[in-house]
């Protein structure tokens, strides 16, 4: 119960880790999960199937991938 997940920023390789029973209530409500780097700003998808995922494919993911990000590091 007391697990962590590690969720890797698939741009900058930035680890951050999350509580398991609250990554499996997000999932009760929606089958993906959207991780917000930090360090780079970039977004990352998740899939669960049977275990996380990353999916590289989402739309969602890469729309807010390619705009302008707000901090103008980059």
Same mark, same amino acid.
């Given at each position: 119960m007391f697990?962590? /997940?590690?969720l ?7 680890d951050? $880790?999350?509580?398991?029973w609250l +990554? ?9 999960i /959207?991780f917000?780097?930090?360090v780079?700003?970039?977004t990352t998808? $998740?899939?669960h199937?049977?275990? +996380?995922?990353?999916?590289?494919l989402d739309?969602?993911e890469?729309f ?11």
């Amino acid at each position: 119960m007391f697990k962590k /997940y590690r969720l890797k920023c698939q741009y900058c390789g930035s680890d951050e $880790y999350k509580w398991e029973w609250l +990554l499996k209530l997000r999932l009760i409500f929606t089958n993906r999960i /959207y991780f917000h780097c930090p360090v780079c700003h970039h977004t990352t998808s $998740y899939l669960h199937i049977f275990h +996380l995922r990353h999916d590289s494919l989402d739309q969602k993911e890469k729309f807010f991938n390619k705009g302008k990000l707000f901090d103008d590091r980059l």
